[in-house]
């Protein structure tokens, strides 16, 4: 994004002076940050550091101060799940699929929920309901195929799959559920090697497409492999914030956490 391009149309997401307590403890004090449409925006910092808590936060989950606008918006008060309806959509540190549904039924209810189906409509006219279901299951079959997971897989419960593939389903069904600001924790927990890669190539393939991720991630190569921008947390508070290689020679972050884990 050029200097030029600075025309008065609204980042994607924007939270300013967020503050999150739990009970005694100030999980979260004065974080602020924005990310546009077509970024990745990188959070990193020690276990404990409040990063999660950021994510609970910009959705409504917790209690929180702060101020937060979704595309200009001010959405202080709005429930997750109408955020979520709205874009704002959170993946979790542990994988939460319909256990019970097939990769690609898991994948269906997704879209479901971006077309926002309805049951009454369904009732009435049950042949109409026979052509959607048809035209939702090759829809789904699209949407796996096209974010890399495999065929061989679709027809699987998501616990009988990689534990890599679940971590990009997780991800790809975040964005066939409607996701344009897309809140990522720690998507890379206990993967490796071709599962990194395929995250990686995954999370760069929906930048591109114009979403806007937040990446929180401990995974550090994959951090400076892909973010745009990067904000470093430590007990709370707001550390580093600004291009990954500057953050990352910040000497703050190199005392409170890159350098300080030896
Ligand atoms: N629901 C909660 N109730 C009480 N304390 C919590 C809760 N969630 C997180 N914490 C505490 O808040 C701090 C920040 O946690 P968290 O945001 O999960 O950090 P991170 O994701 O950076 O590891 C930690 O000290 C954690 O123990
Ligand atoms: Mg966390």
Redesign the pocket.
Known sequence: MSAIDSHPHPPALKAADLGVR??S?Q??DGVSWTVDDGEILGII??????????F?AVTNA?RRTGRVDLYGDRVDGVPTHRLARRGLRRTFQQNSFFGGLSVRDNAVAALAVEEGVSLGGSLCAPWREIAQRRRHRAAATRLLAEFGIPAKYHGLPPDNIPHGVQRCLSIVLAYGAGARVLLVDEPAAGIGGEDLARLAELLRELRGRGLAVLL?EHHMDLVMEIVDRLLV?DR?RPLAYGDPSEVQRDPAVLEAYLGGSG
Do not use: R, T
């Open positions: 739990y009970g403890l999980a979260l910092g020690p276990n404990g550091a409040g990063k999660s808590s950021s609970a917790v929180i947390i709370g």
